[in-house]
């Protein structure tokens, strides 16, 4: 049973830092894409970074050279390193694991999202 919970959110100055954690119970990070997106008021959910099962990273255009995700295995958690953070970065930031390999290949899963707002 797949089950993801995110951590880490909050209010933080424009060009702060702030690490989201996703702990993913439940996956294999090898069967699993994991993905952030995030969403704003009125707006669809936008994908902000991937890690693919082999660990390769993909990033949204407007977060490149600013955000980092990560794996942690040891702890089954997932990472999101951002930093130097803009108002434009305000949203609810989703946790998303996808089955890759196996049964079950395409089922998604969502976390309950964490709250990140910048401003000063």
């Known amino acids: 049973q797949v089950e993801l919970v995110e951590s880490g959110g909050g209010l933080v100055q424009p060009g702060g830092s702030l690490r989201l954690s996703c702990a993913a119970s439940g996956v294999t990070f090898s069967m699993y894409i994991m993905r952030w997106y995030r969403q704003t008021p009125g707006n669809q959910r936008e994908l902000v970074a991937q890690?693919?099962?082999?660990?390769?990273?993909i990033y949204a255009d407007s977060v490149k050279g600013r955000f980092t995700i990560s794996r942690e295995v040891a702890r089954n958690t997932i990472h999101l390193r951002m930093n130097t953070l803009t108002p434009e970065d305000t949203g609810v930031y989703y946790c998303?694991?996808?089955?890759?390999?196996?049964?079950?290949?395409?089922?998604?899963?969502w976390g309950q999202g964490t709250q990140v707002t910048v401003s000063s």
């Open positions: 890690l693919h099962t082999d660990g390769s990273p």
């Open positions: 998303n694991a996808e089955k890759f390999w196996g049964a079950d290949r395409g089922r998604n899963y």
